[in-house]
Nanobody, 124 residues
Framework: QEQLVESGGGLVQAGGSLTLSCTAS????????MGWFRRAPAKEREFVAA????????RYADSVEGRFTISRDNAKRTVYLQMNSLKPEDTAVYYC?????????????????WGKGTLVTVSS
């Protein structure tokens, strides 16, 4: 069973940057697409970004396109989310996710494994 552990959350000022990491244990990391979702206070969980198993294909939500970058290092079994130009509306718990493809990972119901989440707070 794959397990995902997020790190890197914290408090940052608007306009700042933060990088989240998600390290996986288990045997399927290198063949799984990986992604990030987030849940803001009083809102539904939403898709943020996904990357294919090879790292060659990425998907982004419109709200983060151009500001966030997802990448992975299969040797380290880690996926990253580089977040730049952060806004207060980016405040949320960010969840790492594994699934069958970057395209399908845009839908929460296609996630096979969830991390427990890491909190990102962006102050204005």
């Amino acid at each position: 069973q794959e397990q995902l552990v997020e790190s890197g959350g914290g408090l940052v000022q608007a306009g700042g940057s933060l990088t989240l990491s998600c390290t996986a244990s288990g045997r399927t990391f290198t063949t799984s697409a990986m992604g990030w979702f987030r849940r803001a206070p009083a809102k539904e969980r939403e898709f943020v970004a996904a990357v294919s198993w090879s790292g060659g294909s990425q998907r982004y939500a419109d709200s983060v396109e151009g500001r966030f970058t997802i990448s992975r290092d299969n040797a380290k079994r880690t996926v990253y989310l580089q977040m730049n130009s952060l806004k207060p509306e980016d405040t949320a718990v960010y969840y790492c996710a594994a699934g069958p493809s970057a395209y399908l990972l845009q839908v929460a119901s296609r996630v096979s494994t969830w991390g427990k989440g890491t909190l990102v707070t962006v102050s204005s």
